[in-house]
């Protein structure tokens, strides 16, 4: 069974910095795509960051400049480091990667469980 375990999410006061860890674990074959999504209370879900197998990334506009997604292969692990923290960065930021296992050979979108990112003073 895949799984992907986030960490690092908190409390941290604006303009700060948070570093989000999200690792695949399991029988898998290849991961293509990972990336970041949040959900804030009362809105849809949205895309944070995303990082392909190619090394291609891409982010919303509201985080450019002050976001940066990363990966290590090797430990089929992304990152979200994130400076410059806002008020309006809080929600539950989930994981999110395209992953064929060894056991289906076929490719399957997994989602994290989330962790929590509050930004108050």
């Known amino acids: 069974q895949v799984q992907l375990v986030e960490s690092g999410g908190g409390l941290v006061q604006p303009g700060g910095s948070l570093r989000l860890s999200c690792t695949a674990s399991?029988?898998?074959?290849?991961?293509?795509?990972m990336g970041w999504y949040r959900q804030a209370p009362g809105k849809q879900r949205e895309l944070v960051a995303t990082f392909t197998r190619g090394g291609s990334t891409n982010y919303a506009d509201s985080v450019k400049g002050r976001f940066t997604i990363s990966r290590d292969n090797a430990k089929n692990t992304v990152y979200l480091q994130m400076n410059s923290l806002k008020p309006e960065d809080t929600a539950v930021y989930y994981c999110?990667?395209?992953?064929?296992?060894?056991?289906?050979?076929?490719?399957?979108?997994?989602w994290g469980q989330g962790t929590q990112v509050t930004v108050s003073s």
């Open positions: 999110n990667a395209d992953i064929v296992s060894g056991s289906r050979l076929i490719v399957d979108n997994y």
């Open positions: 399991g029988r898998i074959f290849s991961i293509n795509d």
